[in-house]
């Protein structure tokens, strides 16, 4: 038998495993520059991102989706250095029957949007939204709550007492006496469409 030399079996293998996994690859002249690349990109189609507010009053609105009102279907969100602290949409306390179940009391006694806001078995979007950043220890001080909806009196005195610095709303509200605290009050209060009809 005659003996095998192991520098020669090395170099058969390194050599079989260049020319197996070799592959050439295309040089590309000097002529070929950036900008046949970069056309490239310009042709595809532009993408655009939502801004911030259509973003986060887009989410209110789907939150507005889990109400169980059968007047008007409102969602909030607290937003703070652009995240999400809490989210809240108006409907009875926990472990109270839905209005959708058992009927509109304010419907039942012919009381107009926007007045005797204690007549009525649900919370606001904007209570539920401060009480859930409270259950949870959350500060909301300093942060933007995005609305469907402008907030009411009520609703306008708890966000300024809780440290709320600015308002964006999708649609407006008929309460005045709001309004007019929120702007004593210095708090911005602003619309925003969001991307959705």
């Given at each position: 038998?005659?003996?095998?030399?192991?520098?020669?079996?090395?170099?058969?293998?390194?050599?079989?495993?260049?020319?197996?996994?070799?592959?050439?690859?295309?040089?590309?002249?000097?002529?070929t520059n950036r900008r046949s690349f970069s056309n490239g990109v310009k042709r595809?189609?532009?993408?655009?991102?939502?801004?911030?507010?259509?973003y986060f009053?887009?989410?209110?609105?789907?939150?507005?989706?889990?109400?169980t009102c059968l007047r008007r279907k409102v969602g909030a969100i607290i937003v703070k250095d652009r995240r999400i602290l809490a989210t809240g949409y108006n409907g009875?306390?926990?472990?109270?029957?839905?209005?959708?179940?058992?009927?509109?009391?304010?419907?039942?006694?012919?009381?107009?949007?926007?007045?005797?806001?204690?007549?009525?078995?649900?919370?606001?979007?904007e209570q539920n939204v401060l009480l859930q950043?409270?259950?949870?220890?959350?500060?909301?001080?300093?942060?933007?709550?995005?609305?469907?909806?402008?907030?009411c009196i009520i609703c306008a005195k708890m966000l300024i007492n809780a440290g709320v610095k600015e308002i964006v709303i999708a649609d407006g509200y008929p309460d005045k006496m709001a309004k007019d605290f929120l702007r004593e009050a210095g708090i911005k209060v602003r619309k925003s469409k969001g991307k959705r009809p």
């Open positions: 038998m005659g003996r095998v030399n192991p520098v020669r079996k090395i170099k058969v293998l390194s050599l079989s495993a260049k020319t197996k996994f070799f592959h050439p690859v295309r040089k590309i002249s000097s002529n595809q189609k532009k993408f655009k991102r939502p801004s911030w507010d259509e009053i887009d989410t209110a609105r789907l939150i507005s989706t889990r109400s009875t306390p926990s472990k109270i029957r839905h209005c959708a179940d058992v009927g509109c009391l304010r419907d039942k006694l012919h009381i107009p949007s926007g007045e005797r806001h204690e007549l009525c078995r649900g919370l606001h979007a950043a409270a259950f949870y220890g959350i500060s909301v001080k300093d942060s933007i709550l995005y609305c469907t909806n402008q907030p």
